[in-house]
């Protein structure tokens, strides 16, 4: 077979790839990090090349700029010798490690009803640990923790790796299909590895001294971090191999502690769809023991929604994918200083001002930040119900580019981004929030519904998720996310993941608690249920096609 050599600038790497081979598998024989969040299906547009030398066939041309072709590079043949420029600048903001939790004592800052101290492990030694890990779709989150008094010594982040292989959960499990099982596994291991040591050597602990593991995770991501075929999980009806596993050893996962001996427990799961981590985080905001009807909302890349209380709950999972997380945003970036986390529009002077971090210059938007921004812009008129720029902007903010068309957010402002480019809100960050705030409303929808004319309204609603402490409720109100309620019923939660898992590590009270309420929880497919998708299409549009329905 003929094959050709593809070279990418500035970086000068190079491939030589059978012919018809796509640009994409090109870039990640090359060692370059072209962006693909959708795995390949032509679907989130990061993938964008320049064609600088080379042929490439006509019906992939998106575009010419000065007559240069650009393609996305998942959809193009290789047919000959190429030099291509990729040009996506999104990539997934600075993720900051934290000292949120450590010096807190985890029972009493994490649990909002007394639990004992009853460790998975019983510590033989006053420095023995336990390690707790939140694996996320889009992050990784660890704490290391005292066995002896239940205080976080340690803390770290990092993002997930395998969102090489793409930013959500079915983009993992058509890779895994595809033969990358062993490479999404051994990424995520050799990353928590990392993490483990590197906590461990902030904390001044000998990593020996852990004694035992738990994790939390959206069942895909347990499946990966096992290794075992997560393929029965998108089926219909979905079949995972398993929503409870057994614990491993740590050497099993390439881990330390207690000689490679310790056990890894995972937190059981409520369907294919709903895993451990809503169960720990509904039982950690006290649904097991409330009699009122609640609402869990955890908005990450998953999106995951669970209505009820302490007679039942039911839970559905919204694939949301990850820009209330500032991710597949051009200018998207982490709540730090510089982002952008709330705008005020004044139509009639044709004004914006924005609300900045840190009280920098504008460096880019973080998630809770397009939330705020949508909301203002379209209560100004300056974009319409579906994300559209409108007439009515102001011309001196509209800026046109490669992206389409986009809100200029540093008018008057020296450029602070670190390659130098414009900081705007395009269209297509806009659509990307819409559809995502359609997925979860639409999710909260369905499951009201399902209770019937009795349902009643909603005592309270919990969010959870990275952002959440950030979010401006009027404006998560405003565009059609959250239900249309007064504040004082809102309540949130950092990480109900992380923090679930933590009670589960210390105690054994919690940890019963939450196979108790797991017989409660009924795990809802929202592809299973008819007018789900009628929801969804008539959530995406701000707020809602029918705006009344927000209130529940």
Known sequence: MTRHPVTFTPSGRTAVVDEKATILAAARAAGEPVPAECAGRGACGRCLVKVVGGEVPEH??????????????CQTSVCGPLTLQPLASAELPPLLARDHHVGAAALESFSPFHLDLDPVVAPAADDDLGVVIDVGTTTLQLLLVRLRDGVVVGETGKYNPQIRRGADVVSRIVAAEKGLLADLTASVRTTLGTMIAGASVAAAADPDCIRAYVVAGNLTMIHLLLGVDPAGIRRVPSEPEALAFEPVSADYLGWPGSGGSAPVHTMPAAGGWVGGDIVAGLVRAGFSRESGLGLYVDLGTNGEVALGGRDFALACACSAGPAFEGGGIRCGMRADAGAIDGARVSPDLATMQLSVIGEAPPCGVCGSGL???????????????????????????????????GVALDAGTAVARDDGQRV???????ASLVRAKGAIFAGIRTLHRSLGDGAGPLDRVVVSGNFGRFLKLPAAVGIGLLPDLPPGRFGYVANGSLEGATLALLSRAFRDEVAAYLRRLTYVDLSEVPGYMDEFVAACFLPHTTPEVLRL
């Open 371 to 405: 939330i705020a921004l949508a909301e203002a812009l379209w209560r100004a008129g300056w974009i319409d119900r579906a994300g559209r720029l409108s007439d009515r902007l102001p011309p001196s903010l509209r800026v046109d580019g490669e992206w389409g068309a």
């Open 424 to 430: 705007v809100l395009w269209e297509r960050d806009l």
């Open 60 to 73: 992939a041309v998106q575009s010419r700029e000065a007559g240069v072709p650009l393609v996305l590079a």
